[in-house]
């Protein structure tokens, strides 16, 4: 991570909550197909703090 950041706690609080998911599948041991995504899990986060609790 770059030091000369603005606010490199708030850069790596930010960090951390990014997911890389690989999702493989195999039919008798062959690769057929490979999956990626990318969770942003800063947004489930905000949008959670946003729901009022009954």
């Known amino acids: 991570m770059n030091p000369d950041l603005p606010n ?3 850069e ?3 960090r951390k909550n990014l997911l890389d ?3 493989k599948n195999y039919r008798f041991g062959n ?3 490979r ?3 990318d969770i ?3 947004r489930v986060r905000e949008s959670e703090s946003s729901i009022p609790e009954a």
């Open 8 to 10: 490199p706690e708030k």
């Open 12 to 14: 790596k609080k930010y």
């Open 21 to 23: 998911i690989e999702i």
């Open 31 to 33: 690769l057929l197909s």
């Open 35 to 37: 999956q990626y995504f």
């Open 40 to 42: 942003n899990m800063n």
